[in-house]
């Protein structure tokens, strides 16, 4: 399952940062996932929940921050919202717009002690 291997690398992250910080427990995980990304919100929840046990996330909250997708066309100068992987320009129907956000996948933060 690719969300459980996605979650446990985003664990062991952040006991490293919670250990580094001299801190015993996490109590918030929050990322942000990219419309993009490929990865199902729901499943990643899912995979918190079941790997969390015996970390120091073990009593933590997952938080989890939605990033739409959105593209730019230089043609129009424009930036515009995505539904799908595929993005020709609204406006000019043009097949060369660059994505600007929508992949992403971070541990943006933390909260322990
Ligand atoms: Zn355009």
């Known amino acids: 399952m690719h969300e459980a291997s996605i979650m446990q690398e985003a ?3 952040a006991e490293a940062q919670a250990r580094q910080h001299g801190c015993g427990a996490i109590h918030v995980v929050r990322l942000r996932v990219g419309a993009l990304s490929g990865v199902v919100p729901e499943a990643l929840e ?14 933590a909250k997952l938080e989890i921050e939605r990033v739409e997708a959105r593209a ?20 000019c129907g ?3 717009s660059e994505l600007r956000q929508g992949r992403e996948l971070d541990l943006v933060r933390l909260e322990a002690s």
């Open 94 to 96: 043009g097949w060369e």
């Open 11 to 13: 664990l062991a992250q």
């Open 46 to 59: 899912f995979a918190f929940e079941a790997l969390k046990a015996g970390t120091l996330a073990a009593g």
């Open 72 to 91: 730019y066309c230089a043609h129009c100068r424009r930036e515009f919202t995505l539904e799908d992987a595929v993005f020709p320009c609204p406006d």
